[in-house]
């Protein structure tokens, strides 16, 4: 059964730091696109950063490019984002998801099929 947990979240001022963790269990990593989406209140969820199948190719979207960066320890099968320069639209609840079949890399958050249970950012300006 595939299990994903996320760890991490907080409360930071704008330009500071967070690194969120993702611990994966219950099937074989690099056959999935493993990434971060987040989703702040009255918005819809919006992919932000992950691998694709293979995780030789790594996904960003636009708002977070040059701040945000993700990486994975495959023995530890576990996923980090280590999130610099925080700005308030940042804030949202952080999910870790992962999907094994190829539209994953489309990054749309209907089409995955597992979820973590999130983890909170808080950014105060």
């Known amino acids: 059964q595939v299990q994903l947990a996320e760890s991490g979240g907080g409360s930071v001022q704008a330009g500071g730091s967070l690194r969120l963790s993702c611990a994966a269990s219950g099937y074989t990593y690099s056959r999935y696109c493993m990434g971060w989406f987040r989703q702040a209140p009255g918005k819809e969820r919006e992919g932000v950063a992950g691998f694709y199948i293979g995780g030789g190719t790594i996904y960003y979207a636009d708002s977070v490019k040059g701040r945000f960066t993700i990486s994975r320890d495959n023995a530890r099968k576990t996923m980090y984002l280590q999130m610099n320069s925080l700005k308030p639209e940042d804030t949202a609840m952080y999910y870790c998801?992962?999907?094994?079949?190829?539209?994953?890399?489309?990054?749309?958050?209907?089409?995955?099929?597992?979820w973590g249970r999130g983890t909170q950012v808080t950014v105060s300006s």
């Open positions: 998801a992962a999907d094994p079949t190829p539209r994953c890399g489309s990054w749309s958050p209907p089409l995955y099929k597992y």
